[in-house]
């Protein structure tokens, strides 16, 4: 780290309110058959990092600069430190915002009034216009360099000023966003004051992040640099060309998600107790959110320097090389989710349900619900599953128990109204939009699921308040308008339990066909080896997860990569074809979640 950055160095700590670590500076070597928490790509790079090497590069070009970025980011720290580099070697730039052209705050929260949700604390909707509509185009205009001067034009759609030069482009991960928020340290687009972190999130997932993902696939074919900006006091960059170059090799590979934990009322032990480099001191993990593309980032690697950049980069650069023959329908979304819920030694988690498509997308704007699956990593004796309705319910009576429930703060006999199955390892559980469910204790479940991952309707939490100690919202107006009564009885486990069959088999290997719902867009398949196995991906996304044994190697076009127990990994459709090398003592198994043919 170079001296003036030393000196003008932040505490970032108290600019992120969490208990995770940041990012390391520099990627250690994984150990061997131990679960990675830093998963990396390696690329040709470089990577550089620190400011003083992204002010001698600016220098170098001898032109004006536009630096453009995601929410989130430092402004004032980031210029600030630029400024210094520039000031040590002699140079005064002429730094412009672009929020002077933002249009008046009143005017936003009017053009916005239909999406962010009014007084519901969890619900908007997707905002279907472009960054452009938060600013004044005659003040972009105005925004004009002076003569004989370095001109820096920053912000949040700096770019749409139309300047013709370099332009610089800063992410930062949608983790560390949520965590600056909570700190109460950066602003909604348009804002100038940062809201309660709640509502924040709820005006970002709605509002703010669909239109900068529009922006930034804009500019992604012609950014000159990009920028990680998550370790304020020591970014790291790269060219806009080993982005793109990076990408698209990574585009024909298999390659993982950085993943992310949190913990939650409901939380449990398994992952602290199995997962190293995370913080201990943490009271519970709840969840390891380890594909969710709209939230998480993929880690670049060259030499001992990480690049972070949003997941759904890849899509915006190149969805048909990512999802194959799905991407006309999902466009650039990705359509599969996978995350772990831990309720080892912790608790049940809430009872609820998710809305059908059409309550989706007429209520919250998006294109395809929240149809999920649990399947189970690993349980203990006692470990159950709720899942759909006894066969004597009462609809209103029901409603009523709950609605008495959280006026008079009393319990209710939950298993009077919802049937319990017991959960072993390897069972999946079908939950269709409208089912009631949710794990009970004990349960290590991998989530399997399509994309969207806030809608959930709870309507039962077990008395309990958040981590706080504040009230936790429940909807049950919005769960009874979606709940399907006919799933209780033998229905629920004629349709909602699946059913595990041999789909293919070899000397020392099986494909086991877990059946899904006719709902669920996506089918799910269990690999079996002793050694080896190959698969092809039919142009089609894989997700996978090795649910049983320690390690396993998986070569695409040649590059042989680890996976270890419990590590999620993604094989885009342009890879074509892929080996499965089982290098632990015991039967791998691995699960596997691609869109069905007929759903593309």
Same mark, same amino acid.
């Given at each position: ?202 005006? @970002? ?128 979304? @990705? ?193 079996? @080896? ?71």
């Amino acid at each position: 780290m170079n001296r003036s950055v030393l000196s003008n160095a932040v505490n970032i700590e108290t600019m992120r309110n969490t208990q995770q670590f940041l990012l390391p500076d520099c990627k250690e070597p994984a150990k061997s058959q131990e679960y990675d928490i830093y998963p990396t790509f390696k690329i040709a790079g470089p990577i550089f990092t620190g400011h003083k090497t992204l002010a001698d590069w600016i220098i170098a070009g001898n032109q004006d600069i536009v630096i453009d970025g995601y929410s989130g980011v430092y402004w004032d720290i980031l210029i600030r430190n630029l400024n210094d580099e520039f000031t040590a070697l002699g140079i005064q730039p002429n730094w412009i915002n672009v929020n002077k052209a933002l249009k008046p705050e009143e005017f936003i929260h009017e053009i916005t009034a239909d999406y962010d949700g009014g007084n519901d604390p969890l619900f908007g909707k997707i905002y279907n216009g472009e960054l452009v509509d938060f600013f004044d185009t005659e003040k972009l205009q105005a925004l004009k360099p002076e003569p004989n001067k370095l001109n820096i034009l920053y912000g949040a759609g700096a770019a749409l000023a139309g300047w013709k030069c370099s332009l610089i482009y800063f992410d930062v991960p949608k983790n560390e966003i949520q965590f600056r928020s909570r700190a109460n340290g950066i602003c909604n687009l348009g804002e100038n004051q940062p809201s309660d972190p709640k509502n924040q999130y709820k005006r @970002f997932y709605f509002i703010d992040w669909p239109v900068l993902n529009k922006h930034k696939k804009q500019l992604l074919p012609v950014i000159d640099v990009i920028i990680d900006e998550q370790r304020i006091n020591e970014i790291s960059w790269a060219t806009g060309d080993t982005l793109r170059n990076g990408l698209k090799t990574m585009s024909t590979h298999m390659f993982r998600a950085r993943p992310w934990f949190e913990p939650g009322v409901w939380g449990g032990q398994w992952i602290k107790n199995n997962i190293d480099g995370l913080n201990k001191d943490v009271v519970n993990y709840a969840w390891s959110f380890e594909l969710i593309a709209p939230e998480n980032g993929i880690l670049l690697q060259s030499g001992g320097n990480m690049l972070e950049v949003s997941l759904d980069t890849l899509l915006l650069l190149d969805n048909e090389a990512i999802l194959g023959k799905a991407a006309e329908r999902f466009g650039d979304a @990705f359509p599969i989710r996978f995350d772990f819920l831990d309720t080892f030694d912790g608790g049940n988690l809430s009872l609820q349900c998710h809305p059908s498509v059409e309550y989706t997308k007429n209520n919250f704007g998006e294109d395809f619900t929240q149809d999920e699956t649990y399947y189970i990593l690993d349980a203990e004796p006692d470990a159950e599953v709720y899942l759909g309705f006894q066969e004597n319910i009462d609809k209103e009576h029901f409603r009523a128990v709950l609605e008495n429930s959280f006026e008079q703060n009393e319990p209710v006999e939950i298993k009077d109204y919802v049937q319990t199955f017991p959960a072993n390892k390897h069972d999946l559980f079908l939950i269709p939009n409208g089912t009631v469910h949710c794990s009970g204790k004990n349960n290590m479940v991998l989530e399997i699921s399509a994309t969207p991952y806030i809608f959930t309707f709870k309507m039962y939490d077990w008395l309990r308040p958040d981590l706080s100690g504040n009230p936790r919202t429940l909807n049950i107006d919005r769960a009874f308008e979606n709940l399907n009564f006919d799933r209780k009885g033998d229905v629920v486990t004629d349709t909602l339990i699946s059913k595990q069959t041999t789909a293919k088999k070899g000397d020392d290997w099986e494909i086991i066909n877990l059946s899904t719902h006719p709902e669920h867009f996506y089918a799910v398949e269990r690999l079996e @080896f002793d050694t080896e196995i190959t698969e092809n991906t039919n142009n089609q996304c894989h997700v996978l997860s090795l649910v049983e044994g320690e390690s396993i190697t998986v070569t695409t076009n040649g590059l042989e990569q680890v996976i270890n127990y419990a590590e999620t990994f993604i094989v885009p459709a342009a890879a074509k074809n892929y080996v499965l090398k089982n290098t632990g003592n015991a039967r791998a198994k691995v699960i596997k979640a691609f869109v069905k043919d007929e759903c593309c």
